[in-house]
């Protein structure tokens, strides 16, 4: 199936910095890439869809000067989450459609904010 | 509007029991995919099955069976003699046709398995 990987896997920062998190696909060409948040026990949470050459698309509520998403090629997209605040620790999960099933979503392996 | 619901939360079973997840869905859409995922402790989320809504032949995969009922909106997984490795939250969710590739996600359900 689909590979998608996230780096990295685990960071702690201090509040006020920037954390970038990386999202590849390994084996296939996404043009578009899902951008999710997660809460301790709650459902995923759509922040973003990010779309290769063009500007992300944010979902309703999402800061989009607060969560930069970078759609740089093919194969990688960014978010970038600046200035972070302890609130904005969480659990990020990317996902990219895959070509064999296009309807398909695979999953990276999530990233865990934690900003102290 | 799309909606997915998963009534059960959490759920909790001694090993070898046989266990059935829910999932009801709302759409207004004649072509839609459904699907399941699971998420184990690691977090990582594992793609466990999709099904298009023209498609209601039910499915089983080794433990696993899948009952999909148009006629209840309804796509019910259940795992067969359970065991402690299927510990994880699972995730019902919907796509509908089109170029919209956004999922409709459940809120999950907790299961349990005990030794």
């Known amino acids: ?116 | 509007a799309q909606k997915v619901t998963q009534a059960q939360t959490e759920i909790s079973v001694v090993e070898k029991e046989d266990v059935t997840l829910d999932c009801v869905y709302e759409t207004r859409d004649t072509t839609y995919y459904l699907f399941w995922y699971k998420q184990p402790p690691s977090g990582e989320l594992v793609f466990l099955i999709r099904r298009n809504s023209f498609d209601e032949q039910n499915e089983i995969s080794g433990r696993y069976s899948w009952n999909f009922q148009k006629s209840t909106s309804s796509f019910n997984f259940t795992i067969t003699a359970s065991q402690v490795v299927d510990s994880a939250v699972y995730f019902c969710a919907l796509r509908g046709a089109g170029n919209n590739r956004k999922l409709i996600w459940g809120l999950g359900t907790s299961l349990a398995v005990n030794p």
């Not at chain 1, 960071?11 to 296939?28: N, P």
């Not at chain 1, 996404?30 to 759509?46: D, E």
């Open chain 1, 1 to 116: 199936g689909a590979v998608v990987s996230q780096h990295p896997s685990r960071v702690i920062c201090k509040s006020g910095t920037s954390v970038k998190i990386e999202c590849r696909s390994l084996d296939f060409q996404a043009t578009t890439m899902f951008w999710y948040r997660q809460f301790p026990k709650k459902s995923l949470m759509l922040m973003a869809t990010s779309n290769e050459g063009s500007k992300a698309t944010y979902e309703q509520g999402v800061e989009k000067d607060k969560f930069l998403i970078n759609h740089a090629s093919l194969t990688l997209s960014t978010l970038t989450v600046t200035s972070a605040h302890p609130e904005d620790s969480s659990f990020y999960i990317c996902s990219a459609p895959g070509t064999r099933s296009t309807d398909t979503q695979y999953f990276g392996p999530g990233t865990r904010l934690t900003v102290l």
